[in-house]
Structures are given as C-alpha cells and as structure tokens.
C-alpha cells in the first residue's frame, strides 16, 4: 500500500512513532479572493486584485509568495503584508504587567497576507490560478500533493479552478470546502473517475478540465452504482420476500442490491441495512454516503425492480397510535436540554400528541437523523444518522428523553463525534428525525426475551456497559424491576466510567440496586488516574477478572447483554465466548 490515508489509517503505530512526529508546521499557503463559486463579469479593461494568506512554521519568515494562471509555467511575485511587524516598532514596558519588547525580533507566528492585481482578460485566458509560497529557509511548496506518514500537512500548490460561464462571466472553484460542506473541484474530480491528486486542467479549453463539461453549474457525471453486465428483472414481490435480517435486499434509484455479504463490514452496523429491506432506500443513502460507498455498491447490484414499491399504507394518526414508524421518518420538537455531567446532556424532545406513545419495545433502539449546522445556520451541512436508545420511561407519553455524550474533537480525533456534535449544535425548538423500533433483542416480561427472533427463558443476565452505553442496559433493568410477575430473574450490572462524575444515571441505577438487593448485583469501576479516597468500588478497564467475578456463571439460562465502546465490546465477547458463552444465542452486542 503506497505512502497517504489510507496507509496511514491502517499503519496505527506510526501515529505513537517519534520520527513521525509533528513540531513545527510547514510552509503554505491559500487563495482567498475569489471565493468559492464567486462569479466576476470580465471587463477587458479591468482588472481583479487576488488576495490570500501563507505561513510556515517554527517562527520561520514567508519570504516569496508567487502567482501563476498557467499551471506553473511562469509565475508572478505577490505583494506580502506582515500584519505582526506593526508589534516590532513598539517596545511596552510596565511596571505591573512588565516588558514587551520585539524590535529586535524577527520571528514570525502570524498568518501573512498577499495580493496580486491582474487583468481580468488574462483569467478569462487561464485554467486556473496557483499560489505557492517559500519561507527563508527556502522551503517551497511541491506541485504535487505529499502527505507524510500520518496522512497530514499536505501543502502543495493551492489551485482555483476558472470556469467560463455565458454573457462573459468567470466563476471560481476552490479544491475543496471547510469541514464537511460538499464542493471543490477535487470531489468533482474524484465523482468522474479522475485522480484528484493529480488535476489536469485544459490549456485548450479555458472552461474546462479534461473530464469536465463547459459550464460550472452542470452537475457532474454520476457516480455509477451498477454492474452493467447484470440484466436481471425482480418483481416487487422478490424484493418483499428478502425482508428479513439474513439477507436483505434494497432499492436504489430502482436498481436491487443484495447487501447479505456485506452486512457485517457495514460501518453502520448491519441493522440500519435490515431496517429498510424490501423498501427503497435512495433518499437515505444518497443523503449521508460518500462517492466511494456509491461505487463500491456496485459490487452488490443484482438486477432491476420492475414495477413500483408502494407506499406503506399510512399509519393511525390518532393520539392512542405508536409514534415511531419502522419505514417512516418522523419529526421531533427539541423542548429542553439538561445538563447531566461535564459532556453528557439529556434532550427532550416532544412527538406531536401529548398522550402518544412512542411504540418502543424494551431492549430496542430509535434511528435517528439530523442535519449538521454551519455557522449556526440549520439544514446546510452534512446529514448524520444513527442508533440510539431512548432513557424515557415506558409508561412516558408525548416525548422522548435522550441520553446524549457528546464526543468534542481531540488530539487524536480532531473532527470529534460527528453525530453527538451534531446534538450539541441543537437549540431549543430545533428538530430531529427519528424512525424505529430497531434492534435484534426484545426483554418482553416475565423473565422470557426475544433474540433474533427466538424466545428464550431466561434466569440470570449480566449487563456490561461503558460510559453512555449505560441506555439500554437500564431500560433493560427497569423491564426487570418494574414487572410484578417476575420475581425469579437474577441480574448483575458492570459499569465502567472514566470518573465518577461520568458515571450517568447513577442515582436510578443506586436506588434499584438498594431496592432489590437480593436480585440485583451492581459494580462500578473507574479507569481514571485520580481515583477518590473512599472509593470501594473496582479500578481499572474491564478485564477477565473482572467479568469472572462479577458476571454470572456460565448456564443454559443465561444471558449477557453489553454496550459501550467497541473495543470493550470485542473483548468482552471473545473473552465470553471462550468461557464457553454461546456468541449467537447467549450474548447480546446493543
């Protein structure tokens, strides 16, 4: 696998390797004026001043910034403005805050900022602009894209695309747009099959690139989703017949895919394939899927729907009916937010009947959809979904109450949760989607469960979670406690938190164990540093010895239920599995 990404995604010591470290940033630079998709009527005459900005980093000086609108054959130097050196005329000394002296200085740390005025007719004659810069240790920006072995500081030539529109008019294309807004002529690049990394703007046809059509606006050409070769017609009724959880199939644009092979690599879990079998799905997977994931479903196309899905016959809309629809998206009201501990909030959200039921079974989740924000303007930025399940009640009528972590960005996962930080953008009277009930386990009462579809009796049930994924181990307890004809159930909990302010919902879980003690085994563990003083519970992350001693023991009635961290997940299974645990029958991954 050659040097970028991808190899550096898969490659996951280089990320703690030395040599790979990152000290000091490396020379770049950015094109600022014309914006993205800014439009400028030529004049022959006139003239358009280009502005943008350059550093480097370990307090080195950018000392050349250089224009080019012929892809680098010859190049033009740039006007510098070094807003900082305004600090290096003024020495400030104070006897209580004391000195501040940089006359003698010349490092740089700021941003500094070019610009180059130039013949409108020249861009109208021109592919592209290009800029690229050098700092004073003649470090200069490379033509082609490098990036080093963590997949970052890539810092070749910045490139704005020149369209040609009509009645004489220029628009502009950046390579590619700030967080996850679409756009850039390298995603276009990429949809047609071209290599982004390598452009190739036309010399002959200022308009266009090699693959591009001659107006900026055109979309451009799809991402092919079919094996041209497969020619199958499926009747409405086969699609229907693959329904069920083994091997789905699906619709996309009335094309079939059969995603049976794939339901265990899907990054989205296999449930959010089998929630929409035998339905067609185009608007949810062309709304959050990249151009990748719309090439590689190619490989699953299976042949052509003839005849029309109809639309599910439409649902009680009377107050007494469940809320949540299986193939139906329906709309939330945000109402309030709490806060529950330093990074976890509770929302509440109102369905549209006060006395409606939400209409979800115990031990099932609720998909749910928002669009990110950008800059605090709603419904412009990417569409996310996922499971989750709920912390109201049962008997709770007219909302929803969500648990919610939210995961903010950090050293080693700068982009943060993308779903949980999409929570955290919410203000009041905002809306959600949510879909559902979804899930392979059901605690229907009465010590009886329902997993994959089949009953099971069961007599002990040790639930593991970490962190958030407390949600549904406790609507699972309080399917236990709160059913009267079920006194034989034994339970035992294991909750694993970083401190003891992330451990949530912790007076409920308190007040259950004290209540019913004779059934009820609750142990916390802490994986921080700074453990408390009169801590009793356990320290460190889950392990063998943890689950031997404070699980049930192995029985033909038994079951293990766990939620939280994936690679808690993991190990927490093959170490059950090995005990003698059956994976398929006995152990339930929420």
């Not at 501040?100 to 004659?125: G, I, K, M, N």
Request: charged residues 25%; aromatic residues 8%; negative net charge.
């Amino acid at each position: 696998m050659q040097i970028g990404p991808d190899r550096a995604r898969a490659e996951e010591k280089w990320w703690y390797d030395p040599r790979y470290m990152i000290r000091d940033l490396n020379v770049n630079s950015a094109i600022a004026c014309p914006d993205h998709e800014e439009t400028v009527q030529v004049q022959y005459e006139g003239t358009y001043t280009l502005r943008g900005y350059a550093y480097a980093g370990g307090g080195r000086r950018i000392t050349r910034v250089e224009v080019s609108i012929n892809d680098g054959d010859t190049w033009e130097l740039a006007e510098i403005e070094y807003p900082e050196d305004s600090f290096r005329s003024v020495a400030f000394s104070d006897s209580v805050y004391g000195a501040l002296d940089l006359t003698d200085s010349d490092q740089c740390y700021c941003w500094s900022f070019w610009s180059l005025t130039v013949p409108l007719r020249s861009l109208r004659d021109s592919p592209s602009i290009c800029v690229r810069a050098m700092d004073e240790s003649l470090a200069l920006q490379p033509r082609n894209m490098y990036c080093n072995a963590t997949g970052m500081m890539n810092n070749w030539w910045f490139r704005v695309c020149i369209h040609v529109l009509g009645d004489e008019r220029l628009q502009f294309e950046h390579p590619t747009m700030a967080g996850t807004q679409p756009g850039g002529w390298m995603q276009r690049l990429k949809d047609q099959g071209e290599d982004p990394s390598k452009p190739v703007f036309s010399t002959s046809a200022p308009n266009t690139t090699k693959t591009e059509t001659s107006s900026a606006s055109a979309p451009p050409p799809a991402v092919s989703m079919i094996r041209s070769e497969v020619n199958q017609k499926i009747t409405v009724g086969e699609l229907r017949a693959h329904t069920h959880c083994k091997n789905p199939w699906f619709v996309v644009y009335g094309e079939v895919y059969d995603a049976t092979t794939y339901l265990n690599d899907h990054p989205g879990g296999p449930q959010s394939i089998t929630l929409v079998a035998g339905e067609d799905t185009t608007e949810d997977f062309m709304a959050i899927h990249s151009s990748d994931a719309k090439r590689k479903l190619a490989g699953y196309h299976i042949g052509t729907l003839v005849g029309e899905i109809k639309e599910l016959k439409a649902s009680d809309d009377s107050s007494s009916s469940a809320f949540l629809q299986p193939n139906k998206w329906k709309t939330v009201t945000l109402q309030t937010m709490i806060d529950v501990s330093k990074d976890s909030k509770v929302f509440r959200f109102i369905l549209d009947h006060k006395e409606r039921d939400l209409g979800l079974p115990i031990g099932q989740h609720v998909y749910v959809r928002l669009r990110r924000k950008i800059n605090g303007k709603a419904d412009v930025g990417e569409l996310v979904q996922r499971a989750y399940t709920p912390i109201s009640k049962k008997n709770d009528r007219g909302f929803i109450d969500m648990l919610v972590k939210i995961y903010h960005p950090t050293k080693h996962f700068p982009l943060g949760g993308r779903m949980t930080l999409g929570f955290a953008e919410l203000t009041v009277d905002d809306t959600i989607e949510l879909k559902g009930p979804i899930g392979h386990f059901v605690w229907l009462g009465n010590g009886m469960a329902s997993l994959h579809g089949n009953l099971r009796r069961i007599r002990q049930i040790g639930l593991i979670c970490g962190g958030s994924g407390i949600t549904p181990i406790l609507q699972v307890l309080r399917g236990i406690f709160t059913d009267t004809t079920d006194n034989d159930t034994d339970v035992w909990v294991v909750d694993i938190n970083r401190d003891v302010g992330d451990i949530l919902c912790r007076d409920e879980l308190d007040e259950l164990a004290k209540t019913h003690s004779s059934r009820l085994s609750l142990r916390y563990s802490l994986t921080s540093k700074s453990i408390p003083k009169d801590w009793d519970q356990s320290v460190g992350r889950l392990d063998a010895k943890m689950m031997n001693k404070y699980l049930p023991a192995l029985s033909a009635d038994g079951l293990i239920c766990i939620c939280g961290p994936p690679a808690m997940e993991r190990m927490a299974k093959d170490h059950l599995v090995g005990m003698g645990w059956d994976g398929t029958s006995q152990i339930v991954i929420f």
